[in-house]
């Protein structure tokens, strides 16, 4: 079990070339899932919108079949008396034939079921939701992981009501100076807690590496992606503000860029890339098709203007 453990420690770390030609070859490939990700996102929420409004539709003409209810007889009204205004523009209600509620009901059943018998569901909101574990599948031969957590929404609240009314339990106090019993390496029964993934700094997803990649190459990549998500910000806020409704949305206090020293960025880029080597390295493996010259096959040099700025 020693030799074994010894062998695991020896095994040597990945080396990426440290030149900007590979950042920039990575951050194409970054902002290519991230892309992917907000575009299939924005597709899921169309559709989950089209099912709540589907669901709506259903209720509604239920009430109207079962409990033989009015509400229809009232945009049916409106609609003859827009359209034919001599012949239906004196009525005050016109109420439709019995079986024209029937109808749209069986219609809007039929297209539910379509929905989920023509694996529509499936292509357009559950695809959404495998792309990230796909993909992080794929990327962990690389020893990368695509971080798309994000904080909890009471991180995000200053005062939580519910807080109040469900106070959480505090743990009791120990007396003295009892430190955690440490597991044995040869003791198979007890189980290690792996240190979970930290929430992901911007908001759009980041891509993190493993503790087996040099440390040098994963602070000098995060220098580059964060010169290149400043740039892609200003860009974003200068066009922002040359319409009206985004200059009045940049005046609110909480849109305000802060201002912060170039010291404190520096150490806060050290803290969070030693805490995501060290997150992410207990997750993922190296295996041999790890130590490849470099985790990403060459772009060509043609690609986005916002990239090629950033280089």
């Known amino acids: 079990m020693a030799r074994h453990a010894s062998h695991r420690n020896s095994r040597p770390f990945f080396h990426p070339p440290n030149d900007p030609a590979t950042y920039r070859d990575l951050l194409l490939f970054e902002e290519r899932l991230k892309t992917n990700d907000a575009s299939l996102q924005r597709r899921k929420s169309r559709y989950q919108l089209f099912l709540v409004h589907l ?42 034939h019995p079986y024209f509620a029937s109808g749209l009901l069986f219609v809007a059943v039929t297209t539910l079921l379509l929905f989920f018998a023509s694996g529509m569901y499936s292509e357009k909101i559950a695809y959404a939701n495998r792309y990230i574990p796909h993909a992080n599948k794929a990327l962990r031969s690389f020893n990368m992981y695509l971080n798309v957590r994000k904080p909890p929404l009471r991180s995000k609240v200053s005062l939580n009501p519910f807080s109040l009314l469900f106070p959480r339990p505090q743990p009791p106090l120990e007396t003295g100076n009892r430190s955690p019993p440490r597991a044995s390496p040869t003791d198979r029964s007890i189980s290690i807690p792996i240190s979970p993934i930290p929430p992901a700094a911007n908001p759009r997803g980041e891509l993190i590496f493993s503790s087996r990649v040099d440390r040098s190459f994963r602070e000098s990549y995060d220098r580059y992606r964060a010169a290149f998500e400043r740039k892609r910000e200003e860009r974003e806020r200068s066009a922002a503000m040359k319409t009206w409704l985004g200059w009045l949305r940049f005046q609110m206090p909480w849109n305000k860029a802060p201002v912060v020293q170039p010291s404190a960025v520096a150490q806060a880029r050290t803290a969070s890339s030693s805490t995501r080597g060290r997150a992410i390295g207990s997750v993922l493996s190296t295996p041999s098709s790890s130590r490849r010259s470099s985790p990403m096959t060459r772009a060509s040099r043609r690609g986005t203007p916002a990239l090629q700025s950033a280089a």
């Open 55 to 96: 669901f709506l539709v259903i209720a509604f003409l239920l009430s109207e079949v079962l409990l033989q209810t009015a509400f229809l007889d009232i945009p049916y009204t409106y609609v003859l008396r827009s359209i034919l205004p001599d012949a239906y523009g004196n009525l005050v209600s016109v109420q439709p």
